[in-house]
Each structure stands twice: as C-alpha cells, then as structure tokens.
C-alpha cells in the first residue's frame, strides 16, 4: 500500500499563498490517481481537486478554481496543491489522497485507496 505524507500547512493572511505538498512511499507511484481533500471545523470532508496518473486530467471542485492548482512529479514521488488568493473560507484540515481509479472516479472520496494524516491550512482575516 501507498503511504502518504503532507507537508507545507500553515497561517496565512486572507490573499496569500501556501504550497501544499505530499511525498508518496511503498507503491509505484505513476499507478495512482492523487487528489486533494479538506475537511472544515464541523463539516464533511470535501473535494478539492483531482490529477490523473499522468497528469493529463484534472478536476477542482468550484470553489477553489482559478485559485489552486494541482500537479504531480512522477519522478519525485510527489502532488502539490498551489494555492493562491486564499480566503478565510478555506481554512481546514487538508489531506492528500491515492487511488487506483481515475482521477474523475475519486472525486467522490469514498473508500480510496490511501490518505494521508493531514496538515492544517488556517487563513486569516
């Protein structure tokens, strides 16, 4: 199984950025689609974007498009998630995500294949 670390959390001021990253270890990493997940105080997990194995499909939930970007380097074993223009809205807990689906497929977030231990993203106003 794929095992999951994010790295790059932190504070920020509403309309700063933050590069979120997350390494992958134990499988090859090209066999899985990875996304980007958040869960607020007292909300459900949501999606938040989605890249295909290749990089070559990617899907962000509407809020954030425009704002974030995800890319993966294969050779690096890693996915990040850019994230600009960031909004007290965007405050949560951010996990990282590994499946062997299609990166459409995983969106939903159900019983994916591995999750990272997240890392907290507070923006303040």
């Known amino acids: 199984q794929v095992q999951l670390v994010e790295s790059g959390g932190g504070l920020v001021q509403a309309g700063g950025s933050l590069r979120l990253s997350c390494a992958a270890s134990?499988?090859?990493?090209?066999?899985?689609?990875m996304g980007w997940f958040r869960q607020a105080p007292g909300k459900e997990r949501q999606f938040v974007a989605t890249?295909?194995?290749?990089?070559?499909?990617?899907y962000y939930v509407d809020s954030v498009n425009g704002r974030f970007t995800i890319s993966r380097d294969n050779a690096k074993n890693t996915v990040y998630l850019q994230m600009n223009s960031l909004k007290p809205e965007d405050t949560a807990v951010y996990y990282c995500?590994?499946?062997?689906?299609?990166?459409?497929?995983?969106?939903?977030?159900?019983?994916?294949?591995?999750w990272g231990q997240g890392t907290l993203v507070t923006v303040s106003s």
């Open positions: 890249i295909s194995r290749n990089g070559d499909a990617i």
């Open positions: 134990g499988r090859t990493f090209s066999d899985y689609a």
């Open positions: 995500a590994a499946d062997r689906a299609t990166a459409r497929t995983m969106r939903a977030g159900r019983a994916l294949d591995a």
